[in-house]
């Protein structure tokens, strides 16, 4: 069965940041942002809160040391440094969690920083060495060390499509700074074929092979409500239940 998450949570002081009131009802599953790339103290509690109003379940969205860009630089970080830096989010997250009766459900690294995990042994090892301290799944993308690294060190893989971003000719996501609106019927087109096919067609126009055990969307895409009610009534037969 499929499960959708969203990265949300990501409102900063009086900066908004996504409609997380209107996504919340629609997905299962919550990445929360940890305070490095977006949310405060006062968000994060509140996410936490609508999470668990509406029976959705929530996992830790640690970034990079980058408010400023959002995640979405990379930086060069060390091993030990990179885990401590996870560490200090998720544990964030987690007293927040436990303040509304709610367990961590999971990790999945953002932005950049997901991206170098898919391909630097390092830094996958990072996230495992975190991993092993919280015991809950890792979010990440079928065949990159995302799915090698945290299978050999014994965690939880879930394979992640995602609906909103799209994948170059290498299978690689293309992450932009910004995203941009993508059309919700596509978009879940997109979804049912990677549950059905296991493939999707990147922007050079071949089939690469992902994995969907759970269908992402960002909640700063501008028309996220709109592509995640298509995407869950396209997949609902596959839905597994909250």
């Given at each position: 069965m499929v499960t959708i998450n969203c990265d949300m949570g990501e409102a900063f002081g009086l900066y908004k940041m996504g409609d997380d009131e209107a996504l919340m009802p629609l997905v299962d599953v919550a990445n929360v942002a940890c305070g490095f790339h977006g949310s405060d103290f006062n968000h994060m509690r509140?996410?936490?809160?609508?999470?668990?109003q509406h029976g959705v379940k929530v996992g830790a969205h640690p970034s990079l040391p980058d408010l400023q860009g959002f995640g979405r630089r990379e930086m060069k970080i060390g091993r030990e440094e990179l885990t401590n830096c996870l560490l200090y989010q998720i544990g964030a997250l987690k007293a927040f969690l436990d303040a509304e009766g709610m367990p961590l459900n999971h990790i999945k690294p953002h932005g950049a920083l997901y991206g170098m995990a898919a391909r630097m042994e390092e830094v996958a090892e990072a996230v495992a060495d975190a991993?092993?301290?919280?015991?809950?799944p890792l979010f990440g993308m079928k065949g990159t060390l995302h799915e090698t690294v945290y299978r050999r060190r014994g965690h939880a893989f879930v394979?992640?499509?995602y609906a909103d971003l799209d994948y170059n000719r290498e299978g690689g996501l293309i992450i932009?700074?910004?995203h941009e609106a993508k059309d919700p019927t596509d978009a879940a087109a997109r979804c049912v074929r990677a549950i059905n096919e296991g493939?999707?067609?990147?922007?050079a126009g071949?089939?690469?092979?992902?994995g969907a055990d759970s269908i992402c969307i960002h909640s700063d895409t501008p028309n996220a409500v709109a592509i995640t009610e298509a995407v869950r009534n396209a997949v609902a037969p596959y839905l597994a239940a909250r």
């Open positions: 509140k996410t936490v809160g609508l999470a668990s991993a092993d301290v919280y015991k809950v394979a992640e499509y932009t700074r910004e493939q999707t067609r990147s922007v071949n089939d690469i092979p992902v």
